[in-house]
C-alpha cells in the first residue's frame, strides 16, 4: 500500500530541455510523462509545479537589461509553457490534466485556487500548478511549498541531476556524504541546500516531508511512492 496519497512533484525546467538545458526536448517530456503516468495509474493523486528556467530565467534577466519584477513575471509564463507542454504530454498518455496557474490566461490555464485545484485532483486529474505564486521575489520552489500546503500534499517530491542531498556537490566532490535521512533542523544547521529558505520553512512549519531524488532514474517514482522504497533524501521534521 502506496504511503503518500496525495504528492506534489516539483520539477526545474531545465529537466525538459535534455541535455541541451534550452527548450523542451520530446524525449525528456514524454519520460516523465511516463513516470507521471506510472503512479497516477495507482490512484495516488498527483500534483506537478515546473520550473521555467529552460525558457527564460527571471533573476538571470535582471542582469542582461530586463527589470527585476518584469523578469520573474516573464519566467512565470516560461512555466506556463512548460505546464501546458506536459499536459499535452500526459494527455497524449491517457490521463486527464489540467494547468492552473497562478497568472490565468483565458483559453489557456485556469486561475490556481485551492478549491479549483482540490476538485480537479480529487476527481482523478494530474493538476499541474503554473505561475509561481503569482508575485515576483518568488522562486518556483516556494511555489511548490505554497501549493503543497494548499493542497493538503503529504509530500513533496523534488527532482535533481543526483541521487538525494550531499554534504557537499557530488559532481565536484566524489567522496562526498549522503544523507538518507535528515531532519529540517539538520539540514538548516548544515547549510545544506535543499529549497529555498522560504520554500523551506514553509514545508518545516506545516510538517510537509521533502525526498530529494534522481529526476532521470527510470521508475524512480513508482519505486518512492507504489513500492516504498527508500530512495534519495528524505527530510522531515523527525527521524522515524
Do not use: W
Amino acid at each position: 500500500m502506496a504511503k503518500y496519497k496525495r504528492i506534489l512533484l516539483k520539477l526545474s525546467g531545465e529537466s525538459l530541455a535534455g541535455g541541451s538545458g534550452l527548450g523542451i526536448d520530446p524525449g525528456s517530456l514524454n519520460a516523465y510523462a511516463h513516470e507521471i503516468k506510472s503512479i497516477a495509474d495507482q490512484t495516488i493523486e498527483t500534483a506537478v509545479v515546473l520550473g521555467g528556467g529552460n525558457v527564460f530565467r527571471g533573476l538571470q534577466g535582471s542582469g542582461k537589461g530586463v527589470d527585476r519584477v518584469q523578469g520573474d513575471y516573464m519566467g512565470m509564463l516560461a512555466t506556463i509553457i512548460n505546464s501546458m507542454a506536459l499536459q499535452s504530454a500526459l494527455e497524449s498518455s491517457g490521463l486527464k490534466a489540467v494547468v492552473l496557474s497562478g497568472i490565468p490566461i483565458e483559453g489557456m490555464c485556469l486561475k490556481m485556487t485551492r478549491k479549483t485545484a482540490l476538485e480537479y485532483i480529487k476527481s482523478g486529474y494530474v493538476i499541474i500548478i503554473a505561475g509561481g505564486t503569482g508575485n515576483p521575489f518568488f522562486t518556483t520552489d516556494s511555489a511548490a511549498a505554497l501549493r503543497a500546503v494548499e493542497i493538503n500534499a503529504d509530500v513533496i517530491l523534488k527532482g535533481t541531476r543526483v541521487d538525494g542531498i550531499y554534504a557537499a556537490d557530488p559532481e565536484k566532490d566524489p567522496n562526498a556524504e549522503k544523507f538518507d535521512h535528515i531532519t529540517f533542523d539538520e539540514a538548516y544547521s548544515k547549510n545544506l541546500r535543499v529549497m529555498d529558505l522560504t520554500a523551506f520553512t514553509l514545508c518545516r512549519e506545516n510538517n510537509i516531508p521533502i525526498i530529494v531524488f534522481n529526476v532521470n532514474q527510470k521508475g524512480i517514482l513508482y519505486d518512492i511512492l507504489v513500492n516504498n522504497q527508500r530512495k534519495g533524501t528524505l527530510v522531515s521534521k523527525h527521524k522515524d
